[in-house]
């Protein structure tokens, strides 16, 4: 079925240094994708959202980029810090068939060090 | 003002037993739903839920019955709970589709 995944389950980088978190997805009629944060004992929260119309979009410290040719979703950390630690979810829309929910990727564990 | 609460935090009991989960949004959405989250981390939908239309994930047992007294709450009930569903569910609401949807902080059910 269609599915929406990353290609590195787990990423160390260094506080200061730019985090890249990458995502491929597969289907292609989608319109509509968010980076969710999640921090350990909490729920999944908003960071950033991308249209399929949209190749860029640019939040604080945060840059999504996506590439629809190749069905590829990228979210940039600008100067990470250890508040940035946590796990990223990309996720797509799915149908109006489907109620609008979300198909979440398997999710990038961030770690910052010092 | 918490946007999307669900109770209880935790939850453990026994196989066998009925239980159920409340969520609760103040943001005037109007579709609710209800994820799976399971110990690798992954992130399922279960249930869509928008002006009394309720949209079912079919890999979803029919064990598990989303009730919704009204439109600020959809509830999650679960009959005879089974050792597989021990996992982190999560209540969310969106503004229909094309909105980005906000989440609760979870239930974490433990089924001994």
Redesign the interface.
């Known amino acids: 079925g269609e599915s929406v995944g990353l290609h590195l389950p787990t990423l160390s980088v260094q506080e200061g240094d730019n985090s890249i978190i990458n995502c491929a997805y597969s289907n292609s009629a989608s319109d509509y994708f968010i980076w969710y944060k999640q921090e350990s004992g909490k729920g999944p929260q908003f960071i950033i959202d991308i249209r399929s119309n949209m190749d860029k979009r640019q939040g604080q410290r945060v840059t999504v980029l996506l590439n629809k040719t190749v069905k590829h979703l990228s979210l940039q950390i600008a100067a990470t810090q250890p508040g940035d630690s946590a796990v990223y979810f990309c996720a797509e829309n799915m149908s109006p068939n489907s109620g609008y929910a979300l198909n979440f990727g398997k999710g990038t564990s961030l770690l910052v060090t010092p | 003002d918490t946007a ?1 609460s669900q109770t209880p935090k935790y939850l453990v009991t026994q196989m066998g037993n009925d239980k159920s989960i409340k969520c609760e949004q103040n943001l005037g959405h109007d ?1 609710m ?1 209800w994820y799976k989250q399971d110990s ?6 279960m ?4 002006n009394k ?1 309720l ?1 079912i ?1 079919e890999t979803v047992p029919n064990r598990f019955s989303p009730k919704s007294p009204d439109k600020a709450h959809l509830n999650l009930h679960i009959n005879s709970l089974e050792l597989g569903d021990s996992a982190v569910y ?1 209540c ?1 609401s ?1 503004h ?11 239930t974490r059910l433990t089924v001994v």
């Not at chain 2, 690798?40 to 939908?45: A, P």
């Not at chain 2, 249930?47 to 928008?50: A, I, K, L, P």
Request: no cysteine; glycine share 14%; net charge neutral.
């Open positions: 999307v579709t739903y690798k981390k992954f992130l399922k939908i249930f869509s839920y928008n239309e949209i994930n999560f969310a969106s229909g589709g094309d909105a980005e949807a906000f989440f609760g902080q979870g």
